[in-house]
Structures are given as C-alpha cells and as structure tokens.
C-alpha cells in the first residue's frame, strides 16, 4: 500500500499549521520540519489539541542535508509541501543572499532529497508577487511573470527549477499554487498569523491597532486609479487556503509534470473597504490616516480561480466577514501570539 504520510516543510508557520490540521482531518499522517525561524512549537501543540493527533516535529534547516536525508530515510512519504523560507519583501532587499540561500538553495536541497528517496510529488507554496504589475485583471496564470525584489525573484526562480526538473524527469508531480494575500484564522481562536515586530502585512496591521498595541493605520497611497484612491488586493481566508493544499494532495498522483494555479477568491477589496468592513463586523474602530504610497506596491491585483476549480475541484467558501470574525477572535484571543 502506498504511504499516507505527508511532509510538510514549515509546518509551524501560519499557512503550513492551518494545513497540517486539515491534513489530519482528512486522515492523512504528518511530519513536520522546521527551523523555528519565524514560528514556535507551540503552534502545533495547538493543532494536536485541535485535532487529537500527534505531530511529529524535526526542527531542522531545509538546507541541511544530512539532518533532511534522516527523516527521509526514516520515513515513507506521499509528498511533500513545501512552505519553509523566508517570506519579507522588504527584508528580502537588505538581505537577499538569505533569500536565495533559504528560499532556493533550501528548495533544492528538498528535492535532491526526494529524489533520493523516489518521493516525486510536490506542491509548493508560490506567490501572485511572480505577476509583478498586471496589464489587467483578474489575473489568469498563463498572464507574464516577473518580480521586483528579492524574494518574488526566489518564487521565480523556483518555479522555474521545478518546471526544469519535470522537463528533466518525467516521474515528478509538481503543483506550484500561487496564493493571493492569505488572512485569517482558525474558527477556534487557537492557530494564527503571529508577525514578529511590527506587522508588514495590512491585516494584522488592522487587528494590532483595533486591539491598542498600535496607535494608527497608515495606508500607504491615496491617489491608486481605483474606486476610492486606495489598494485593491484578492484576501483569501487561509483555512480555503490550506484546504487548496490538501485538495492538491488529492489530485497529485493524477497530474503529471508542473501545475500552476492561482489561489485566491476572485474577489478584490480595497483598503478602506477592508477597515471598514472590520470594523463594522468587530464594533471595533481602527483609527487610519492616508500616507504616500509605499514603494514597489501595485494598485490592484486580484485573480481568476477557475482553473483550480476546474483542476482540484476547489473553491474558496469563505467570505471577507469570516475572514474579519476569524482573524479579530485570534487576535482577541492571543494578544502576544502563541
Ligand atoms: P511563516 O513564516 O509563518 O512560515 C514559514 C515557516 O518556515 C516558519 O515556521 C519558519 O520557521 C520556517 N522556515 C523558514 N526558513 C526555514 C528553513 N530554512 N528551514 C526550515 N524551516 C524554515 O510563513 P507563511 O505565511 O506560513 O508562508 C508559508 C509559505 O507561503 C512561504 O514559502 C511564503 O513565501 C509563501 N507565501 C506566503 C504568503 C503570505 O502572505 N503569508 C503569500 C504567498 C506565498
Ligand atoms: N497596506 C497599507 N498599510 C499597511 C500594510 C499594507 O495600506 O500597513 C496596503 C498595501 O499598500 C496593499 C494592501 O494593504 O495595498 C495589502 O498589503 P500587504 O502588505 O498585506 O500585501 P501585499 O499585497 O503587498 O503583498
């Protein structure tokens, strides 16, 4: 029989613990590696709670070889998602040899491993940062790629590794899924984003300054060509975004070779709209003032999801007040994180 068992690579992290949890739902084993860079144990402490399973943790840099080939030796897996690197764009240009080595060395060591031990399939974690600034939306995958930083460079470069690789060798099955601007949390308040120092991102932004650990929003850029002046982007609740994981887990052993596939809603929201919808779905208000734009930020981009619809049968279900209620009661909840 053939194993059940997946490897989830940053499974401590934000998107990968959400995936471990419903991976064991769907009755998959899992093992986890990571680093503890930008994580703590305790997120998965949390998902056994939630799940009644035990997870299995090497803390381990996906770039050390001999500490990699001993779990794999160890152990007979399905697959493996691949989430650990880094993933601060603005980090990303004062430290970009970190990047490559992580994000691309860190990956390459992952799949020269795998081959190794015959494990041929992989989905990988990408980015809608690889669409640099689209000519239009929605934005389909066959649109051009490009990047503007360091670390979208890493989610191109890798992509394009992978495609050399099943160019190469016809045993790979390999899903790149490009997320949108995953939020949310866990419906019980257990698991979440948990962003070290100040958030870089727009949601934990928001529930940081509802919850009075920070004065005020500053949204960067007033004046985009869009309905009222300030960013659009595709939020996507990251319990939909876990669920397209182990919607491709599902699939994999039938799609041969590369697939790309955006993840996202379909569905963008502007800035204001986002602090207003929290704020009526919280009661609470989030005190904001309009900066100048930040650098390198697009006005809009939000996706076309048929394709993963059509490939994985998967499609997001949740809505931007789930992703509000979700991401407010984690916030609530855990007021210094884990
Ligand atoms: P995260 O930082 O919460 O999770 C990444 C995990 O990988 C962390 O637990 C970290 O400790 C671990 N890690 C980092 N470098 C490692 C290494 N060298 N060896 C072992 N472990 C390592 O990030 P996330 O938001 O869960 O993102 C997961 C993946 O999704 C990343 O590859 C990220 O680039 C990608 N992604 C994230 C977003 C987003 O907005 N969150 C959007 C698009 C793509
Ligand atoms: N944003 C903002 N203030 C912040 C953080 C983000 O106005 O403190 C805006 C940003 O300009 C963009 C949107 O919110 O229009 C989403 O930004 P985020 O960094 O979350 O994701 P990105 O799409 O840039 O990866």
Redesign the pocket.
């Known amino acids: 029989m053939s194993s059940n068992k997946i490897l989830v690579t940053g499974g401590c992290g934000y998107i990968g613990s959400h995936t471990t949890l419903l991976l064991f739902e769907a009755g998959f084993d899992v093992v986890v590696v990571d680093n503890l860079a930008n994580s703590s144990k305790e997120s998965l402490r949390r998902v056994e709670q939630l799940s009644g399973k035990t997870v299995e943790l090497y803390q381990l840099d996906v770039r050390d070889n001999d500490a990699l080939t001993a779990v794999f030796a160890k152990h007979e897996f399905k697959a493996v998602i691949h989430f650990a690197g880094l993933k601060a ?1 603005g980090e990303s240009t004062e430290i970009p040899l970190d990047y490559y080595d992580q994000n691309i060395s860190g990956t390459i060591n992952l799949l020269k491993v795998m081959q190794q031990f015959n494990c041929y399939q992989i989905v990988f974690s990408s ?3 690889v669409y640099g600034d689209p000519a239009s939306v929605p934005i389909t995958e066959d649109f051009p790629t490009s990047a503007t930083n360091p670390y979208g460079r890493t989610k191109l470069f890798v992509e394009e590794i992978l495609r050399d690789l099943s160019r190469a060798d016809d045993q790979w099955h390999v899903i790149m899924l490009r997320y ?2 995953p ?1 949310g949390a866990h419906q019980s308040g257990l698991i979440g984003e948990q962003p070290q120092g100040i ?5 934990p ?2 529930s940081q300054v509802a919850a009075g650990k920070r004065d005020k ?5 007033g004046d ?1 060509s869009t309905p009222d002046g ?4 595709d939020y996507i609740h990251v319990m939909d975004l876990s669920d397209a994981h182990v919607k491709a887990i599902h699939k994999i052993d039938g799609l041969v070779g590369t697939t790309t596939l955006n993840i996202g809603t379909g569905n963008g929201y ?2 204001l709209e ?1 602090v207003h919808t929290f704020e009526e779905v919280t009661g609470v208000f989030v005190a904001h003032e309009i ?1 100048e ?2 650098a ?4 809009e ?1 939000w996706a076309e999801p048929k394709l993963a619809s059509s490939v994985l049968g998967w499609k997001a279900k949740l809505n931007l007040n789930d992703m509000m209620t979700d991401t407010w009661r984690w916030q609530k909840d855990n007021p210094d994180g884990f």
């Open positions: 764009v980015s809608a940062t949108f601007n939020i958030p870089n991102n727009l949601m932004f928001i929003l500053s949204i960067f850029g985009y300030t960013g659009i982007r502007s800035v986002m900066v734009r930040r390198g930020d697009i006005a981009c």
